[in-house]
């Protein structure tokens, strides 16, 4: 079935340096894919999406690109920000076998961020 | 903004007992969802919620569950005798449309659930 594979964390950087989150998926057809982020103390909210084999999806200075050849969906930002520190989970939805009507998360990332 | 509440934040039971979890999805939306996320591990899929009727369920999601949108604003989730490995944080979505349609699931905060 579906599955979806991220980086385990912790990770945790320095302001302003650049991030890299490694998501990887296993599906059949073309699912679509979700970056979803999770702040203290609150509930998860889609930060990105991508519908299509090289759609780049981006929110807030992250980005992600849908690489069907590496069946992968890698959350990337520039220069991080304290405000950054957060659960980050990758996620995806539909593919042939698999009904559009929910969604399959990875394990989540916590990521944080030192001033 | 709009947003998807649950109640309660934090509910603490007796194993065996039941338990009943709401939310109140956002107001247009047509489809609802429950997750859960046992401590440390992944968001889980329940069960999806169309038309007043289950469209779909894990294999997380027997018996021992059920749901209800009783009054056309709530939408809840019941556990009818609650075992220990039902501890976990139980998270309400909703959404217009599939997610599979690229419709963006809102997500609740979360009501965290523990099992003694």
């Known amino acids: 079935g579906n599955s979806v594979t991220q980086m385990e964390g912790p990770v945790t950087l320095s302001e302003e340096a650049f991030l890299t989150i490694n998501c990887t998926y296993t599906?059949?057809?073309?699912?679509?894919l979700f970056w979803y982020v999770q702040y203290p103390g609150e509930g998860l909210q889609l930060l990105l999406k991508?519908?299509?084999?090289?759609d780049k999806g981006s929110n807030k200075g992250f980005e992600a690109t849908y690489r069907k050849e590496t069946t992968s969906f890698h959350l990337e930002k520039g220069s991080v920000q304290v405000s950054d520190s957060a659960v980050y989970f990758c996620?995806?939805?539909?593919?042939?076998?698999?009904?559009?009507?929910?969604?399959?998360f990875g394990s989540g990332t916590r990521l944080s961020i030192r001033p | 903004e709009p947003e998807v509440t649950q109640t309660p934040s934090h509910q603490v039971t007796q194993m065996g007992q039941e338990v009943i979890l709401r939310c109140v999805p956002i107001?247009?939306?047509?489809?609802f969802y429950w997750y859960r996320q046992i401590l440390g591990q992944k968001v889980e899929f329940l069960v999806s919620?169309?038309?007043?009727?289950?469209?779909?369920k894990s294999e997380i999601f027997d018996d021992q569950f059920s749901v209800e949108r009783p009054d056309g604003s709530n939408f809840t989730l019941k556990i009818r005798s609650t075992k220990l490995e039902d501890s976990a944080m139980y998270f309400c979505?909703?959404?217009?449309?599939?997610?599979?349609?690229?419709?963006?699931?809102?997500f609740g905060e979360g009501s965290r659930l523990t099992v003694l």
């Open positions: 979505a909703s959404s217009e449309g599939t997610s599979g349609n690229t419709g963006e699931l809102f």
């Open positions: 599906a059949t057809g073309y699912p679509s």
């Open positions: 991508a519908t299509k084999a090289d």
């Open positions: 996620a995806l939805s539909g593919g042939y076998y698999s009904s559009a009507s929910k969604i399959i």
């Open positions: 107001s247009n939306h047509l489809y």
């Open positions: 919620f169309y038309n007043n009727e289950i469209s779909e």
